[in-house]
């Protein structure tokens, strides 16, 4: 049994030899969504390295348009993937954002939302889940039509707005299976403990019960381990460091304590930062142990299920699709291959590459609230290229894409409907079995 150790107040910083890294070679930019969009130096990953070290260095100042610069990034890790010389850009960018939001001049709005969304809210999943259940009623009352047909919300600021419009449709019933267990369906090949995450269970709980059924099917036992925590990844991504490390150490603690062969994930932006946790729990040695052990068994379900390998029995799915390539499976985790061989053991399903699929969608955690401009400019670069697929599905690994691809989706009026891929397979396996339709009742 492992206990929680006190918090130590570790002060983040980039490395210097992680900075050195950078060649300056611009290989990278052509890579970078904000680069690309903008065409700007400053918006490009070498541009940023290079006012990073500067900073470091002592040689500027972080001024308001250093600030703009950093928090435009989306952490996308794009520049990451195709740096020939191994530069960390994600564990730069994190470490930034954590010695910026030291040295900046708080402004209390700020303050309140981060203490209120990082600290009161993301942490909590009993208070999400009340937040949840009232905004469930706001959209099933008609005050949700009632508000947007007044016109309200163009008098609100626009990252509330923004909100507002991007809030999924909340499903008839939350996923409710953390405690349980679920024994797999014939003989068992593995244990394993399912990540339920903080926003998932609530927004996408049909996403959850989908991949339990395609485990046990694939002869798993599916531990949910009632006491896990949100990832973390919001936390880390904004700078948030103390939290998400208490945060990191809580999952760590559920999931050892569990004794499970892999951690499995369905959330592409919480499986890199659960991946990740050595890192971010690096300045304690016995945390670090216990998160690099951890670390090891996390697996997207993708990559499981390839892995396995994935049980026969798929049925005929007959849409055209197109498949978005999450950043924090593809740049990230580096999982490329896995979603593309699931796709094609569907038989039916036929597969049309956008011009980019692991482009990012501009979602990138609450960067579609924080810089709504941006993220409408590089979600619609996407929107074109969706189009020209004449897919009429798009299926994707993480709960941030699906919101901001429908998002997309209603802002070009095109009639394509938006999937977690592990839905898809699921699908499959019903039609090809027989078995009910996805529900519930039916896990
Ligand atoms: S981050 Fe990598 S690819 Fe980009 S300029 Fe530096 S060395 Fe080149
Ligand atoms: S993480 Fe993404 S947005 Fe940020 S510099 Fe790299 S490629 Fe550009």
């Known amino acids: 049994m492992i206990d929680l150790l006190a918090l130590t107040a570790e002060r983040d910083a980039p490395a210097a030899d992680d900075l050195a890294r950078c060649v300056h070679c611009g290989l990278c930019l052509e890579n970078c969504p904000t680069y690309l969009e ?47 010389s191994g530069v960390p850009f994600g564990r730069i960018m994190e470490a930034a954002r954590a010695d ?68 999924p449709s909340l499903p008839d019933h939350f ?31 049909p996403v959850h019960e989908a991949t339990i059924r395609v485990l046990r099917r694939n002869g798993c036992d599916v531990v949910v381990p009632r006491v896990q925590a949100c990832c973390g990844a919001l936390n880390v991504h904004s700078g948030e460091r103390m939290m998400a490390r208490e945060l990191a150490r809580r999952n760590v603690r559920a999931f050892l304590d569990l004794d499970v062969d892999y951690v499995v994930v369905n959330s592409a932006g919480c499986g890199s930062t659960l991946k ?26 993708s990559e499981l299920l390839v892995d396995l390998p994935f049980q026969q029995g798929l049925g005929p799915v007959r849409r055209r699709v197109t498949l978005q390539e999450s950043c924090h499976l593809v740049h990230a985790q580096r999982v490329k291959a896995p979603p593309r061989a699931l796709l094609a053991a569907i038989p039916e399903l036929e597969l049309v590459d956008m011009a980019h699929p692991d482009n990012c969608c501009g979602s990138a955690g609450i960067y579609s609230f924080a810089q709504p401009e941006l993220s409408n400019q590089i979600l ?11 897919a009429d599905l798009i299926v994707t690994s993480n709960p941030g894409c699906m919101l901001q691809l429908q998002a997309g989706l209603e802002r070009t009026g095109q009639r394509v409907e938006v999937r977690h891929l592990i839905e898809v397979l699921d699908w499959s396996y019903q039609s090809g079995t027989g078995q009910p339709p996805s529900g519930r009742a039916s896990l």
């Not at 009993?126 to 309200?152: I, T």
């Not at 409710?176 to 709980?205: I, K, N």
């Not at 619609?380 to 004449?390: F, G, K, Q, Y």
Request: charged share 25%.
């Open 38 to 84: 903008t065409g700007k130096e400053t918006e490009s990953p070498r541009g940023r390295i290079h006012l990073i070290q500067a900073l470091q260095e002592g040689r500027i100042e972080a001024t308001g348009a250093f600030t703009q610069h950093i928090d435009r990034c989306l952490v996308c890790r794009a520049c990451e993937a195709v740096c020939p």
């Open 100 to 167: 910026l939001k030291e040295r900046r001049e708080p402004v209390w709005t700020n303050r309140f939302t981060y203490w209120l969304l990082f600290k009161k809210l993301l942490p909590n999943r009993r208070r999400l889940r009340a937040l949840a259940s009232g905004l469930r009623w706001y959209q099933r009352s008609g005050l949700q039509h009632a508000v947007r047909a007044s016109g309200v919300l163009a008098s609100l600021p626009a990252t509330l707005g923004q909100m507002e419009r991007s809030m």
């Open 276 to 301: 990740e946790y050595a890192e971010l729990l690096a300045g304690d040695p016995l945390w670090r142990e216990w998160a690099e052990r951890f670390g090891s068994r996390v697996r997207d379900v």
């Open 175 to 205: 996923f409710e299976a953390e405690g349980h267990f679920l024994p797999a369906l014939g003989p068992a090949r593995y244990r394993v403990g399912f990540f339920s995450g903080c926003v998932m269970p609530l927004a996408y709980g």
């Open 380 to 390: 619609d670069t996407r929107m074109a290229e969706v189009r020209a697929t004449s």
